[in-house]
Every structure is written in C-alpha cells, then in structure tokens.
C-alpha cells in the first residue's frame, strides 16, 4: 500500500512529471550562496551541491531561476542524489515543526514536494 503522501509511481517506461520546487520549499533545501558557486553552477549546467556536471534534464532537478543578493540572475539545479539528500534533511527539520504535517500530511505542499524529491534517488 502506498504511503498517504506519495503519489503513485507511473509504470516503468512512462516518463514522469518533472518536480516543480516551489519558492517555500528552497528555504528547507538550504541551498549554497551563489557567490560561492562556480560558473557551471550559476548557469545550471553543474549540481548546485556537489559540482557534478554537465547535467542534463532527465538527471537534474530545476530548482528556478533566483537572484543573487547583488540582483543577478542564477539557475539552480541540483543531480538526483543530491537533491534527495537535501530535500531528505529538509523533511526531518521541516516535520516536526509543521501543523498541517502533525495532522494531515498530505495537505502539507512543502512537506509533499520534499517527500517526492528524497523518493527521486530511487528512480532508476
């Protein structure tokens, strides 16, 4: 029986819906400054996390265009792995902390979009 807040999983060779990460689920991401970042990094083309690169759209999660504190713009993204560790992290501050999440989880938008970007290091 699948877990309340999982989706179901398309069968295998059925292409999945891209995640979507909403601006309320970056913060529990903790991504790194961009002024530490590489040039791979800023323009998408390398994980925002570990480096690893290039990137490419079936193994990378888009994590939205953002601004640096000085007003540029960078594109975040981030491999599988990492995007599944962090969003993992996430889940285990973001929980605890959260009433919706206490009483019904699956009304909960960050705790879902969490939840299915620490599933994605599953995918095959």
Same mark, same amino acid.
Request: some cysteine; overall charge negative; charged content about 25%.
């Given at each position: 029986? !699948?877990? %309340? $807040?999982?989706?179901? %999983?398309? !069968?295998? #060779? $059925?292409?999945?819906? !891209?995640?979507?990460?909403?601006?309320?689920?970056?913060?529990?991401?903790?991504? =790194?400054? =961009?002024?530490? *970042?590489?040039? #791979?990094?800023?323009? #998408?083309?390398?994980?925002?996390? /570990?480096?690893?690169?290039?990137?490419?759209?079936?193994? *990378?999660?888009?994590? @939205?265009?953002?601004?640096? =504190?000085? @007003? &540029?713009?960078?594109? =975040?993204? *981030?491999?599988?792995? /990492?995007?599944?560790?962090?969003?993992? %992290?996430?889940?285990?501050?973001?929980?605890?902390?959260? *009433?919706?999440?206490?009483?019904?989880?699956?009304? /909960? &938008?960050? #705790?879902?979009?969490?939840?299915?970007?620490?599933?994605?290091?599953?995918?095959?």
């Amino acid at each position: 029986m !699948p877990h %309340r $807040t999982a989706a179901a %999983r398309p !069968p295998s #060779g $059925t292409p999945e819906t !891209p995640i979507e990460v909403p601006a309320d689920v970056l913060a529990h991401l903790l991504l =790194p400054s =961009p002024e530490d *970042a590489a040039e #791979g990094q800023l323009r #998408g083309a390398d994980c925002v996390w /570990c480096e690893t690169g290039p990137l490419n759209v079936e193994a *990378a999660v888009d994590l @939205g265009e953002r601004k640096t =504190p000085t @007003g &540029e713009t960078w594109f =975040p993204r *981030a491999c599988l792995r /990492c995007a599944a560790a962090w969003a993992h %992290r996430g889940l285990f501050e973001h929980v605890p902390m959260c *009433a919706q999440c206490a009483d019904e989880s699956s009304v /909960c &938008e960050i #705790g879902r979009v969490l939840y299915r970007l620490a599933l994605e290091s599953r995918r095959p």
